[in-house]
């Protein structure tokens, strides 16, 4: 009943459309960076300067949304909570920036297969944050948006497992100190940018409870 009452200020949810496609855009980018960094280390500097791109469009996107909040007398839900789902849905990108850049900033020519399962599913948290967002427009999809929710906190518990095992085999098979403090952090990254989709899907959810 709700979803047929809510105000329909398309405005907010186009711009949250656009971002989501960013975000996707930039989740292939970033798996597409670190098979490059396992298969074809010559073709890794285009994603990279992708990623930064997409990086800046989704920041446009995101002042956009929030001048938007300062001249609209009616918002969809929440002036707070569109606050805080646009600012959220730009940490991923920022993220995955962080991610490409300490890959410059390191020097990483090459990454075990363990970094690549975490950009795969980093990869899928971005496809599914997309998907949950352009269902935002009406509560009448509350139980689809929930259960894109759930999925995205399942893929962050295997994100965090992957971590897990992928820091064990570096402590104990890694001789070169250097090599284990570069990749520790590029882990903790990418393991990070599923962390910051889950926020999103958890601010969704919220506003789904709340209005649905």
Known sequence: ?????MPKEGKYFDLFNSHADLIVEGGKALSGLIGALVDEPGKAAVHAEEI???ERKADEITHSTLAQLHTSFITPFDRDEIHQLINSMDDILDIIQDVAESMTLYDIQRVPPEA??????????????QSLVKLLHSMDNAPQILKFCHEIAELESDADRILREAMSKLFREEPDVRQVV???EIYELLESVSDRCKDVAGTVEAIVLENS
Do not use: H, S, W
Not at 1 to 5: P, V
Not at 116 to 129: H, I, N, P
């Open 1 to 5: 009943m709700f979803g047929r009452l």
């Open 52 to 54: 930064d791109v997409l």
């Open 116 to 129: 690549k399962a975490l950009a795969d599913v980093t990869e899928a948290c971005c496809a599914r944050v």
């Open 182 to 184: 570069k990749l520790k």
